[in-house]
């Protein structure tokens, strides 16, 4: 009797500790081994609207998903809920919860049949054209499209792998994935195809409308070889490439390592081949790139590499930076596979830390092109948009434009131009990183995009400027090469004429209308001569005018009363001369120097309605009348610097060799104001805003740009569209830099180039183009949009 009391109670407590134990079973547990993947959802309400709702994760989602929604939109919980994939192409699914008296009310779902198959335990429900299976489990709910699953599940099955993955799940995400890497649609997230290992990814999910960003791991094994092995016993870099990629750039795939030896050990043994025992520039790299069309290789040591490149010849220049061709062109074809395969890399250049491949020298100019204009891809708002979401170090990266991603989903995608994922290896597996973020192109109101180049025979000795084109009412391009010819350059950048010249132009070229008819001619002078030229480069009779003395100081053209009656002003040392439109000396001018050279173009102002004629003549400021008389008695002498004579809030202004600003009023009284500029200064002013640059300190009117420190060159000030700008050059670094008048930069500015750079309305497109040099041959012409 008391045996039988105690088996008994142990019998009850065996059974007391079963039903405690049936309580706590984990649905996940109930994953058959052949499981493809499965989705952990956190967040019933959102992953539902998902499947139909999301551009990007409708694209991924498997026709059986769709199909089970039936289902999920009818579970009550919100408890963990699994739904898994199996079978040929994942064609069944398998839905896992914990279950409750409320989590799925049948007679509450409207247009359903539903019995029950009493000899399996097992109720069959219709829904609309939806036909799945269902049973409790003790605690766990269990729903299928395919009855077989459900009559073989068994609990805690052999799934180690499957299992540890959705425990390491973050339970804070909308859902997590698990999933094959022979699974192809969820593979696309990885920005890969599918590939026949059987290992492992978990990717927690959380996203909106217009974005999804998903983290976690993807497995390695040292039974399975897979691309991550390759990184094994490598450190992650930064990737660097992303700073000269195009911002147009489609695909980009990076991979980086401490040690390239290590690396290029770990891909052989991947592709089970023997391991090239040769030693190549690639030792001296630390990461490898492809984008679109080109390969760009990281190094720390540039000279290492060009220097280790044995088979090479150097067949052009291109803005100072040298284009090789590379005797090796197949080098690429299959070194780096799986991850690149590059076909006739035929040409290579090298660009600060880079180490740029292509097949044409198209190629690389257009890439070095966007590098030194910062038109790269680190740069765009798209990807700054996404840089948060990414770690700085990685060993595998990869980006997709919306075209680029348009292809690994294998639809059209449009749209989503931020899409990166990254990989960070570590023992046995990697951190993925990956965002697909909607960020449409659109060309910003700011956008500064180069419009053409033109290249001379010869170099240029003449700072590029704008002439009016009065048939179009556009503007066209004057310039000058050392042999003295002239070039006028359309606003497309075709070359419309040539002109042999006698002496290097003098200043800028005017342009006057000498016969009142709306035509325009070029006038300007040369050491000996006066020129003026019809729209065709034709000189206009009488002239060209020689002179045996050499003319000093650039032509002054003259409109007293804008009537187009010019004067042609030429200075020849201390003297000047002056001629009508006609050519025809002007006998009611006549100038008296005081014996001193004319150091300073002279220029007409007028102040209310007298006019003005100044300019410097050793250290006396000279303000004369129409007749060339003195106007204005200066008395104070001054040590004029190198700047011109301007008129600025009604005052003749410039600067003295102290970096003073002298200003002289029309009652001849001078007054000196310390600007705290070095002797070696720039000055220029409109009526109304003065600019001035000393050293690296850019100052428009009362405000100062700290530049970096370089050689820059004087500061000019254009006035289109109603808005004052202001450019300089730094020569050093070759880069152009343009401000408004509040000194604030435009911006996507600084642009490459290497001359005093002028701003103009080319074209009657909207926005404006910035002119300057590309090297001493080369024109190169923005286009502000």
Request: no cysteine; hydrophobic share 35%.
């Given at each position: 009797m008391k045996r039988f009391c105690f088996l008994l109670v142990l019998f009850s407590v065996v059974i007391s500790c079963q039903k405690d134990y049936d309580k706590i079973k984990s649905p996940y547990k109930f994953l058959p081994p052949e499981t493809n993947s499965v989705f952990a959802v956190n967040e019933l309400n959102d992953f539902v609207k998902s499947i139909k709702n999301h551009n990007i994760l409708s694209s991924i989602y498997i026709k059986e998903l769709t199909n089970g929604s039936?289902?999920?939109?009818?579970?009550?919980?919100?408890?963990?809920?699994?739904?898994?994939?199996?079978?040929?192409?994942?064609?069944?699914?398998?839905?896992?919860?914990?279950?409750?008296?409320?989590?799925?009310?049948?007679?509450?779902?409207?247009?359903?049949?539903?019995?029950?198959?009493?000899?399996?335990?097992?109720?069959?429900?219709?829904?609309?054209?939806?036909?799945?299976?269902?049973?409790?489990?003790?605690?766990?709910?269990?729903?299928?499209?395919?009855?077989?699953?459900?009559?073989?599940?068994?609990?805690?099955?052999?799934?180690?792998?499957?299992?540890?993955?959705?425990?390491t799940s973050d339970s804070e995400s909308i859902a997590s994935l698990v999933f094959k890497s022979n699974s192809s649609n969820y593979s696309r997230l990885l920005f890969s195809k599918e590939d026949e290992s059987t290992n492992y990814s978990v990717l927690d999910l959380n996203y909106s409308d217009k974005s999804l960003q998903y983290n976690g791991i993807t497995t390695s094994s040292d039974s399975i070889e897979i691309k991550i092995d390759c990184f094994k016993n490598t450190i992650p870099q930064k990737t660097q490439s992303i700073n000269i990629a195009p911002s147009n750039t489609e695909s980009l795939i990076s991979i980086s390592y401490d040690d390239f030896t290590v690396f290029n050990k770990n891909i052989h043994q991947l592709r089970k081949v023997e391991i090239d025992s040769m030693q190549t520039f690639l030792n001296f790299t630390n990461e490898i790139a492809q984008i679109d069309n080109a390969i760009i290789l990281h190094s720390l040591d540039t000279d290492l590499v060009l220097e280790t490149i044995e088979v090479k010849s150097n067949i052009e220049t291109f803005r100072d930076i040298?284009?090789?061709?590379?005797?090796?062109?197949?080098?690429?074809?299959?070194?780096?596979?799986?991850?690149?395969?590059?076909?006739?890399?035929?040409?290579?250049?090298?660009?600060?830390?880079?180490i740029i491949f292509s097949n044409s020298t198209e190629t690389l100019k257009s890439i070095i092109t966007d590098a030194l204009n910062n038109n790269t891809l680190v740069n765009t708002d798209a990807f700054e948009s996404i840089s948060d979401n990414l770690s700085d170090e990685a060993s595998l990266f990869i980006f997709k434009n919306s075209e680029g991603l348009s292809k690994i989903f294998g639809k059209t995608i449009k749209g989503y131009n931020a899409n990166a994922v990254q990989f960070i290896f570590e023992?046995?597996?990697?951190?993925?990183?990956?965002?697909?973020k909607e960020f449409k192109k659109r060309r910003s109101s700011n956008s500064v995009t180069e419009a053409f180049s033109v290249t001379l025979d010869d170099p240029i000795i003449s700072t590029p400027q704008t002439v009016k084109n009065h048939a179009t009412k556009a503007h066209d391009?004057?310039?000058?090469?050392?042999?003295?010819?002239?070039?006028?350059?359309?606003?497309?950048?075709?070359?419309?004429?040539q002109k042999q010249l006698q002496g290097k132009i003098l200043g800028k070229i005017e342009q006057i209308d000498m016969y009142k008819n709306g035509r325009l001619q070029l006038a300007f002078v040369t050491p000996n001569r006066l020129y003026v030229l019809d729209r065709n480069g034709n000189d206009v009779s009488p002239f060209p005018h020689r002179f045996n003395d050499e003319i000093t100081q650039p032509l002054s053209v003259f409109d007293y009363d804008k009537r187009k009656n010019y004067r042609l002003l030429i200075t020849q040392g201390k003297n000047l001369l002056m001629y009508d439109a006609k050519g025809k000396s002007v006998n009611g001018f006549n100038y008296g120097n005081n014996g001193s050279e004319i150091t300073t173009q002279p220029k007409h102002f007028r102040i209310g309605s007298k006019?003005?004629?100044?300019?410097?003549a050793g250290e006396t400021l000279k303000i004369l009348n129409r007749q060339g008389n003195v106007r204005i008695n200066?008395?104070?002498?001054?040590?004029?610097?190198?700047?011109?004579?301007?008129?600025y809030k009604n005052k003749f202004t410039t600067t003295n060799t102290l970096g003073h600003l002298v200003q002289v009023d029309t009652r001849g009284k001078l007054s000196t104001k310390n600007l705290n500029l070095t002797n070696n200064h720039h000055l220029e002013t409109t009526s109304k805003t003065l600019v001035s640059m000393t050293e690296n300190k850019?100052?428009?009117?009362?405000?100062?740009?700290?530049?970096?420190?370089?050689?820059?060159?004087?500061?000019?000030?254009?006035?289109?569209?109603?808005?004052?700008?202001?450019?300089?050059?730094?020569?050093?670094?070759?880069?152009?830099?343009?401000?408004?008048?509040?000194?604030?930069?435009?911006?996507?500015?600084?642009v490459f180039g290497t001359s005093l750079a002028e701003l103009q309305k080319l074209d009657q497109d909207k926005g404006l183009e910035l002119i300057t040099q590309a090297d001493d041959k080369t024109i190169i012409v923005y286009k502000l949009h």
């Open positions: 039936s289902v999920l939109e009818n579970l009550n919980t919100t408890r963990q809920i699994y739904i898994a994939f199996l079978g040929e192409n994942n064609s069944d699914y398998l839905i896992l919860t914990e279950n409750d008296s409320t989590l799925f009310i049948v007679d509450s779902i409207p247009n359903h049949i539903s019995k029950n198959l009493n000899d399996l335990k097992v109720n069959k429900t219709q829904i609309d054209s939806t036909v799945f299976y269902h049973k409790s489990l003790s605690n766990v709910f269990a729903a299928s499209n395919n009855l077989e699953i459900l009559k073989n599940l068994n609990y805690n099955q052999d799934n180690n792998d499957l299992t540890t993955l959705i425990e040298d284009i090789y061709e590379f005797g090796d062109s197949d080098f690429f074809q299959d070194r780096l596979q799986p991850f690149i395969t590059f076909e006739n890399a035929r040409y290579f250049s090298i660009y600060d830390e880079f023992d046995g597996y990697a951190h993925v990183n990956g965002v697909i391009i004057a310039v000058q090469d050392v042999n003295n010819v002239l070039y006028l350059i359309s606003s497309t950048g075709n070359v419309l004429w006019d003005y004629i100044a300019f410097a200066v008395k104070d002498k001054i040590r004029f610097s190198d700047n011109e004579v301007y008129l850019l100052n428009i009117k009362s405000r100062t740009v700290d530049l970096d420190y370089g050689n820059y060159t004087a500061p000019r000030i254009f006035y289109l569209n109603d808005k004052i700008y202001v450019t300089t050059t730094d020569l050093q670094s070759k880069k152009v830099y343009l401000f408004d008048s509040q000194a604030k930069s435009i911006p996507n500015f600084p």
